[in-house]
């Protein structure tokens, strides 16, 4: 029989709904349940992949191709289960299902109505694609009182009458502040936001309040007292100093203990021994490294957030903290600027999209392959470090890329036609820019000997990719006359997936992006090698 439980948040947006989902997963998990999350998001967007990084942050990619929201990452990270094109729905598919079926005749007439029609839509994406899983963990996205999440609302309210108590609970994440002026942490707010859920029809059953304190038992007290809900139901969530520390947190202030109390489950507690030790390697490392990122939306560093997380776990892997530089690559452009990363012990040139700072990106893999300062080229990154050795070393100094209009030797080209299974996938300039990149996971075949080969241990993977462009193999042989080796490619040969440089200590680009892989328990074996060559280097300075 498969629970479900419902994540709501009040008060304001970034509380953390996504890791108290994730959390609260591993917690489970830990308790020898199967689990299962997933997101709604009341956005009018597909999905998220024509939004600006700025906008909405990372876009995580799964392995069948979906274009997510950062928050399945978290899940992935902390249970290690795969999330799935099921596990992440948004307004634009529920309201773009909900009229093709109108005009298909589906409805028989009726007026297609938010109330059933919508609302029937979202209960069974909530309940789809479900097997043996004991828990399903939904997380509602925005923030209660959005005008655009009251149709989730009213679904989840409508599921848990439903479901019953005995199959469904309902957790509402609020915000508890402190007010310097009066001393004391406010509860009114969260008094508030649950007033809002109820006049929806929905009574929390957990409350999960986020603070910087902890709260005194009179508020706590309080909080139950108003909000309608045991004391023992009133969850402090502070700040902790690693996101790893949040499993350990939740359970010692009784969050799973609740859910299982609710459902009347009896269950051993749960074995957190490798969470500590994540912990432990994060807070007492052996020494630490600086990584030099140049990317283009360094300002909101959720765009970046599987990125900075597979970092940390290459950190781990090697028990050195990681030190992030974030820089923004249009300031490379700039005469003297590159001297920014004379201090850093590797530079890493993330994913992108469009010409603004490329030149700046192009400088530091110059930078890198010059200095002999290791080098990880991600996606976009990797295009630009192929162009910057086809112009300073092949000879081709009009390499450059068609995403930025023609050029004399497009070194980078658009992709128009790859192998996605059994079939073959077909794009042109005129296509939409939503769901037309290579998504998802594909094959790569490594060169046996090569670098990428003894990081990896194996001759064939697969990695999750998010791209337009590719690196044009008509090129590969100057290139490869010129240092810059292609020791990964599609299994068909045509499509350049993995660059190294030769006499270098360590200099690779690659097409996909491993970042999306990385767990801490299961670092990526990219970003443990990268970080360790990191290592090598800071004794070397």
Request: net charge negative; with cysteine; charged share 25%.
């Amino acid at each position: 029989m498969t629970r479900f439980i419902f994540i709501t948040g009040g008060v304001t947006s970034s509380l953390g709904k996504g890791l108290t989902s994730a959390a609260l997963g591993a917690l489970l998990q830990a308790r020898g349940f199967k689990v299962r999350l997933r997101k709604l998001d009341p956005y009018l967007n597909v999905d998220p992949g024509t939004m600006s990084p700025y906008q909405h942050g990372e876009v995580y990619v799964t392995d069948d191709g979906a274009e997510t929201d950062l928050d399945l990452g978290h899940y992935e990270r902390f249970t290690g289960v795969p999330t799935r094109k099921t596990d992440n729905v948004t307004t634009g598919q529920i309201y773009s299902k909900v009229i093709a079926k109108e005009r298909r005749g589906d409805y028989l007439g009726a007026t297609v109505q938010v109330i059933p029609h919508v609302t029937d839509a979202i209960k069974e994406f909530i309940r789809a694609d479900i097997g043996d899983e004991d828990f399903v963990i939904c997380e509602i996205g925005g923030t209660v009182g959005d005008i655009e999440g009251l149709p989730y609302l009213e679904a989840i309210r409508q599921l848990g009458n439903e479901l019953g108590p005995e199959r469904s609970i309902f957790v509402h994440l609020t915000l508890v502040p402190y007010l310097a002026a009066a001393g004391e942490l406010k509860t009114k707010p969260t008094q508030h936001s649950v007033k809002e859920l109820q006049s929806v029809g929905i009574q929390p059953d957990i409350m999960v309040c986020r603070c910087d304190r902890p709260i005194p038992a009179e508020a706590q007290r309080k909080i139950s007292l108003f909000c309608n809900v045991r004391p023992s139901a009133v969850i402090q969530a502070l700040d902790v100093d690693t996101i790893y520390a949040v499993p350990r947190a939740y359970h010692e202030e009784g969050l799973d203990d609740e859910v299982c109390r609710h459902f009347g489950l009896t269950c051993p507690a749960p074995d957190l021994a490798r969470w500590d030790s994540i912990t432990e390697r994060i807070r007492k490392p052996d020494g630490e490294v600086t990584i030099g990122v140049v990317g283009k939306y360094t300002s909101l560093l959720d765009s970046y957030k599987s990125l900075a997380e597979a970092m940390t776990h290459g950190g781990i892997a090697n028990n050195v903290r990681v030190n992030v530089n974030w820089l923004d690559s249009e300031i490379f452009e700039s005469d003297g600027a590159i001297q920014r990363l004379e201090d850093v012990h590797g530079i890493l040139v993330p994913g992108g999209f469009g010409e603004r700072g490329a030149e700046g990106k192009i400088a530091a893999a110059r930078f890198a392959r010059e200095r002999k300062v290791p080098y990880f080229g991600i996606c976009f990154g990797m295009q630009m470090a192929v162009i910057e050795a086809a112009r300073n070393l092949a000879g081709i100094p009009g390499a450059g890329s068609t995403e930025f209009g023609p050029c004399e030797d497009s070194v980078v080209g658009l992709l128009t036609e790859w192998t996605a299974g059994n079939s073959i996938e077909r794009r042109n300039v005129d296509d939409d820019y939503g769901g037309t990149m290579r998504l998802g996971a594909y094959p790569c075949t490594i060169e046996a000997g090569s670098r990428v080969h003894s990081i990896y241990g194996a001759t064939e993977i697969d990695e999750r990719h998010r791209h337009r462009y590719e690196v044009n193999i008509n090129y590969r042989k100057v290139l490869e006359n010129a240092g810059l080796h292609f020791s990964g490619l599609s299994p068909d040969g045509e499509l350049p997936e993995i660059a190294e440089l030769e006499d270098h200590p360590w200099y690779i680009g690659v097409q996909f992006h491993p970042e999306l892989k990385s767990k801490p328990f299961e670092p990526h074996p990219l970003f443990t090698s990268f970080i360790e060559a990191a290592v090598a280097q800071s004794r070397l300075m």
